[in-house]
T-cell receptor, first 118, second 109 residues
Framework: NAGVMQNPRHLVRRRGQEARLRCSPM?????VYWYRQLPEEGLKFMVY????????ESGMPKERFSAEFPKEGPSILRIQQVVRGDSAAYFC????????????????FGAGTRLSVL | DQQVKQNSPSLSVQEGRISILNCDYT??????FLWYKKYPAEGPTFLIS?????DKNEDGRFTVFLNKSAKHLSLHIVPSQPGDSAVYFC????????FGAGTRLTVKP
């Protein structure tokens, strides 16, 4: 019973390149969330997706960042034209349901992708 | 906007004593609260939660207290063990979930 799977675990990119981070949610989970953790900081919400829909992208930078969760396959967080400030750990979480409260909304996290921009 | 705040970035406690981690929130629409624990190079793992209709939830050595009027929750760990040393994140959930910045707990043997 696999948990949330993220790959790659480590990703190195040069400035200007594209970074693609993948997340496969837990079996039976249809809600995916992406968070960013900068060094010495907490988790910052980026985006919340359901299958084929972006529910809340209020934490996502307006430029260069995009996310998708297609009907088939993993969720993808894409960062175009990376800059050094994008270096961080990116965590994906999934939940069985989303929205208003109660135990169904517990999010389970992957191990993260550590992005380093040279 | 910091809707969830953990004002203590670090806490050090002696083994066997009580650890108390605090969290404050501003949005009264939050109705479910969670604590996560994170070790280095790993993702956060769910620890314990509480619904807004309760004021206390206990699971073994871990107890979460919620004071809705003060918009404050706390996590008590007793007795604390060296293996509890980690970063603890408080989270609040409504339509979506927001996390605090975390408190690094160190339990000294």
């Amino acid at each position: 019973n696999a948990g949330v799977m993220q790959n790659p675990r480590h990703l190195v990119r040069r400035r200007g390149q594209e970074a693609r981070l993948r997340c496969s949610p837990m079996k039976g989970h249809s809600h995916v969330y992406w968070y960013r953790q900068l060094p010495e900081e907490g988790l910052k919400f980026m985006v919340y997706l359901q299958k084929e829909n972006i529910i809340d992208e209020s934490g996502m930078p307006k430029e260069r960042f995009s996310a998708e969760f297609p009907k088939e396959g993993p969720s993808i967080l894409r960062i175009q034209q990376v800059v050094r400030g994008d270096s961080a750990a990116y965590f994906c979480a999934s939940s069985r349901t989303g929205g208003v409260g109660v135990a169904k909304n517990i999010q389970y996290f992957g191990a993260g992708t550590r992005l380093s921009v040279l | 906007d910091q809707q969830v705040k953990q004002n203590s970035p670090s806490l050090s406690v002696q083994e066997g004593r009580i650890s108390i981690l605090n969290c404050d929130y501003t949005n009264s629409m939050f109705d479910y609260f969670l604590w996560y624990k994170k070790y280095p190079a790993e993702g956060p793992t769910f620890l314990i939660s509480i619904s807004s209709i309760k004021d206390k939830n206990e699971d073994g050595r871990f107890t979460v207290f919620l004071n809705k009027s003060a918009k404050h929750l706390s996590l008590h760990i007793v007795p604390s063990q060296p293996g509890d040393s980690a970063v603890y994140f408080c989270a609040a959930s409504g339509r979506d979930m927001r996390f605090g910045a975390g408190t690094r707990l160190t339990v000294k043997p």
